[in-house]
């Protein structure tokens, strides 16, 4: 079975600081792919970024970074020199090919002025 | 272009009765989801659609629901004799080929309370 978790359920960070959301998932399957999505207080899901299996490589997109490490298993999601606009609850998920989504429990961040 | 939207925004009905939900997905995307989310917890699957068949149904709860997708593009969940445990926000997702390579694009969602 499938299963993801985000074993943070709250974190509250001063602007400025560093964070980062832990993803951990289970799978047997070698071909999946890997999701961070941002909701918003608003409601509305906003993808972030997807990853494959076969792509170890860690990503940057402006404060965002990735860090892929198929040994543990894990898919954590960095934002530098975090801003207010940042509070959202940020879900991970994983798709395996063909299939549906598995979402993790998410991850509440508070960003504090 | 526009995005995947969805109708009612709000749907406040009373227990036992019959609702709709519609969802219009990006136009040219085959793939298209539906999810539950209650409050405070992740997005729950309920169903998946490849063009009009159902590829994967196994997130519906039970036999009170059900989904078409009639002409590959619009999608409703229809939810028979509502019961209050159905209150939550639904959730439309359309994706180009829902074959894991492209991303799927969410909705703003329907929030039901069932009274």
């Known amino acids: 079975a499938q299963k993801v978790t985000q074993a943070q359920t709250e974190i509250s960070v001063v602007e400025k600081e560093d964070v980062t959301l832990d993803c951990v998932y289970e799978t047997r399957d070698t071909t999946y792919y890997l999701f961070w999505y941002k909701q918003p207080p608003s409601g509305e899901l906003v993808f972030l970024i997807r990853?494959?299996?076969?792509?170890?490589q860690n990503e940057i997109s402006g404060r965002y970074s990735w860090n892929f490490q198929k040994s543990t298993s894990s898919f954590n999601f960095t934002i530098t020199a975090s801003q207010v606009v940042d509070s959202a609850v940020y879900f991970c998920a994983l798709h395996l090919y063909g299939q549906n989504f598995v979402f993790g429990p998410g991850t509440r961040l508070s960003v504090l002025p | 272009g526009a995005g995947v939207s969805q109708t009612p925004s709000n749907k406040v009905t009373e227990k036992g009765k019959y609702v709709e939900l519609r969802c219009d997905p990006i136009?040219?995307?085959?793939?298209l989801y539906w999810y539950r989310q209650s409050l405070g917890q992740g997005p729950e699957f309920l169903i998946y659609?490849?063009?009009?068949?159902?590829?994967?149904d196994s997130g519906l709860p039970n036999d009170r629901f059900f989904a078409v997708r009639p002409e590959g593009s619009v999608s409703t969940l229809k939810i028979q004799r509502t019961e209050r445990g159905d209150s939550a926000v639904y959730l439309c997702?359309?994706?180009?080929?829902?074959?894991?390579?492209?991303?799927?694009?969410f909705g703003p969602g329907t929030r039901l309370t069932v009274l």
């Open positions: 659609f490849q063009g009009t068949g159902a590829a994967d």
């Open positions: 997702a359309s994706s180009l080929t829902g074959d894991g390579t492209d991303t799927q694009y």
């Open positions: 136009s040219g995307h085959t793939a």
């Open positions: 990853r494959n299996s076969f792509d170890e």
